[in-house]
Structure formats: structure tokens, C-alpha cells
């Protein structure tokens, strides 16, 4: 039976990777981009997304746009597998019931 | 690490908004609105060729097409999605937008070649360019509508050479309607 990941279980953390889970396997999400999406602060993402690169689960560019930085963050293979695990565990649990 | 069925559940659910909210702003959705507005713009323009006098309905056509363009240019902007895709040139954009001003360039040269032209064939060179634009883009970028690309063109010219009196209003209803009910199905299924 699939385990449920606690690094990926926090909520926030959970969207992150929904968000980039769905981006094809050589697209990036602009960061801005992405705390548009979850609502949070800067600090706050920049936190949880440093969670996540540890674990080895995102990868985050820094590069240069037009001479302005810009930060991009994907989901790594190893980021992408333990999410489907996670959400095999999360419906396991749910029919389970 | 243990949780509830409920927890479960609501960690569920917030993975299927997220995945769709991402799809919504940040994936290929937004396409679907160039479709809408081109679909309008054909849906009035040929509305007012089938029905109006040409003096008039040369008018209005530039109009829409002028509104058409600034409206692509704005909406082609604004689009910058937030996602970059490492495996596409940076150039790729510049390339696409090369592409459609020799496109434009090579359809005014056609009608200069066939000068001066009928209404109906003026119409019918600019959809089969438009047409051959749409199947290019769709081939490069997503294939998802390189057939209706190609059923668009199907349609217009057996309007063009079966029903030449109706040609205009096939082109409103099925064509533009069809681009509009294209662009919102497009839209539902993200």
C-alpha cells in the first residue's frame, strides 16, 4: 500500500506540487506566477519551496529575463513520482472508509 | 504518518482545484480566446458581406480586422503564461511572429497577383491563409486543433465552389459561430 509523504502532505506544500505536476515534464512556473496562484506571501512560498527543493522534489532556476531576475521552479522525476504515491495513499485512505 | 478519511478527502479536493486553477492560467487555455474573438469578428464581418452593399461592408471589415489585430496583439501579450519550456528556443516566439508577417506579406501579394479580385475570392484567399496559419501553429506548438484547422478550410471552400450564394453566411454561422463554440469547448475541457 502507498505511504503518504509528510514533506509533501502540508497543505501548501500539497498545492505547490499540484501546481507543477501539471505543467508538462520541460515546463517551468514563473515564481511570481505561482504565488499568484496559492495566494501566499513571498517569504512564505520561498520557505516551502526550499522544503521541497531539499527533499529533491523541485528544481529552482535563477536566470535572467531581459535583464531582470527571474526565478523558475519545476517538478524534479523524483518530485513527480513521490506526488502520484502520495495521492494513490490519499485515495487508498479515502476508499478505505 | 496517519489521517482521517475526511482529511483525505479535503487533501484531494485541494489538489483537483489547484490542478485546475494552474490549467485555467497558466496552461494552454488561453489560446481559446483568439478563437472567440475571431469567431465574433467572422461571425459580424460576413454576416454584414451576405446581407450589405460593398462600399459599406469593405468598411466594416476593416474595422474588425483592425480591431482583431490590436485585440491578438494585446491578448498575445498579456498571455505571457508564467511557464517557460526549457526544451523550446527562447527565439521561438520572434520566430512565430516572423511567421505571421510573411504570411500576411505572401496573402497581399496573392491578391495583388489576382487583382482586381471578386469579394468571394478576396473572402476565400484570406481564410485559406488564415487557415494555413492556424494548421502551422497547431502542428509547431499542440496538434490538439490541426483537424479543425483543416475542417474550417474544408468547409469554406465547399461553400466557395457548392453554394456560392450562401458562401458568406456559411461562413458567419459555421465558421465563425463554429470558432466561437471551438474557443469555449476548448475552454471547458481545461
Known amino acids: 500500500m502507498p505511504e503518504l509523504n509528510e514533506t509533501i502532505h502540508q497543505p501548501i506544500r500539497l498545492r505547490i506540487m499540484a501546481a507543477l505536476v501539471t505543467l508538462k515534464q520541460d515546463e517551468e512556473l514563473d515564481f511570481s506566477t505561482l ?30 529575463v531581459e535583464r531582470k531576475p527571474r526565478t523558475y521552479v519545476a517538478v524534479t522525476p523524483a518530485g513527480r513520482k513521490v506526488f502520484d504515491q502520495h495521492v494513490a495513499a490519499l485515495k487508498a485512505i479515502l476508499n478505505s472508509k | ?90 527565439l521561438l516566439g520572434q520566430r512565430l511572429g516572423l511567421f505571421w508577417l510573411l504570411l500576411w506579406l505572401f496573402c497581399a501579394a496573392a491578391i495583388a497577383v489576382i487583382w482586381p479580385p471578386e469579394p468571394k475570392q478576396l473572402a476565400m484567399i484570406i481564410i485559406l491563409f488564415v487557415m494555413t496559419g492556424w494548421i502551422a501553429m497547431s502542428l509547431l506548438l499542440s496538434m490538439t486543433s490541426t483537424w479543425w484547422g483543416i475542417a474550417f478550410a474544408a468547409l469554406a471552400l465547399a461553400a466557395y465552389f457548392l453554394v456560392p450564394d450562401y458562401f458568406y453566411l456559411i461562413m458567419a454561422v459555421l465558421g465563425g459561430g463554429g470558432m466561437i463554440a471551438l474557443g469555449f469547448y476548448i475552454r471547458s475541457r481545461w
Open chain 1, 35 to 64: 504565488r499568484k496562484l496559492l495566494d501566499v506571501t513571498d517569504g512564505n512560498l520561498g520557505a516551502h519551496l526550499r522544503k521541497l527543493e531539499e527533499a529533491g522534489y523541485i528544481a529552482v532556476n535563477k536566470t535572467f
Open chain 2, 1 to 90: 504518518m496517519e489521517i482521517s478519511p475526511t482529511e483525505a478527502e479535503q487533501a484531494l479536493d485541494a489538489i483537483q482545484s489547484m490542478v485546475k486553477k494552474t490549467r485555467r492560467a497558466v496552461a494552454s487555455s488561453g489560446s481559446y480566446i483568439f478563437l472567440v474573438v475571431w469567431g465574433v469578428i467572422w461571425l459580424i464581418g460576413f454576416t454584414c458581406s451576405q446581407f450589405l452593399a460593398d462600399p459599406l461592408v469593405g468598411k466594416i471589415w476593416a474595422v474588425l480586422n483592425i480591431l482583431g489585430a490590436v485585440l491578438s496583439a494585446v491578448i498575445g501579450i498579456r498571455m505571457n503564461r508564467g511557464v517557460r519550456n526549457t526544451s523550446v528556443s527562447p
